[in-house]
Nanobody, 115 residues
């Protein structure tokens, strides 16, 4: 059974930083595209950032230059470093692992940006 352990969410002031972590107990982790999605109240879930097995990354425009996704295949971990946080970054952030038709989701971690 695939399990995710997400951590690092919390309350932060505008301009602050957080680092999200996701430990994924998937077999052959290195073959998965790992991603972070987020969903704010009343909004659809949206892709924030993804990283392919080879390390190619992709970011939604609103976080480019502020967020960095990375992975550690040996530890089966994916990270999201979030800097210069804005009010509009407030959401539940979800870890996702995808390979072919395999698609797994974490339970989510709350990020709240508030003064």
């Amino acid at each position: 059974q695939v399990q995710f352990v997400e951590s690092g969410g919390g309350l932060v002031q505008p301009g602050g930083s957080l680092r999200l972590s996701c430990a994924a107990s998937v077999t052959l982790f290195r073959l998965y595209t790992m991603a972070w999605y987020r969903q704010a109240p009343g909004n659809q879930r949206e892709l924030v950032a993804s990283i392919r097995p080879g390390g190619i990354t992709n970011y939604t425009d609103s976080v480019k230059g502020r967020f960095t996704i990375s992975r550690d295949n040996a530890k089966k971990m994916v990270y999201l470093q979030m800097n210069s946080l804005k009010f509009e970054d407030t959401a539940v952030y979800y870890c996702n692992a995808r390979s072919g038709r395999l698609d797994y989701w974490g339970q989510g971690t709350q990020v709240t940006v508030s003064s």
